[in-house]
DNA sequence: CCGTTGACTTTCG
DNA sequence: GCGAAAGCCAACG
């Protein structure tokens, strides 16, 4: 049933399974795509996201449940913008409430 | 096909 | 809590 989907396009099945108002890590993502402990590539192909993908990638951090980018960066302000918008609390640290959704254990 | 790179994660000091 | 090092995996040239 599954197609042979590439791990590439994995992520972007899993990143757009993510709920608004909820926020899942690098090493989640990667560990429901199946790509194991890729959570480097789970960054790598956000990154390289196509043109007009409606991909919530602003909803993936990292396991410090904060933003990897470097905060000048645009993508980086985008991605807080947008989660504060669904709703998502910012501490004085710069972190998120790591709201995870139920994820299949 | 091989080597390098990278939006990560975990452990040690 | 922060910094540095090692480990894992896939995309790129």
Known sequence: MNEPL???ERIWQVVAAIPPGKV???GQVARLAGLGRGARQVGHTLR???KGSNLPWHRVLNSQGKISLPPD?????TQRHRLEA????FTLSG???????GWDA
């Open 86 to 89: 669904e709703g998502v609390e």
């Open 73 to 77: 960066s645009s993508s980086a302000k």
């Open 24 to 26: 899942a890590s690098y």
């Open 95 to 101: 972190k998120v409430k790591l709201d995870q959704f």
């Open 48 to 50: 390289d996201l196509p």
């Open 6 to 8: 590439s791990a590439r």
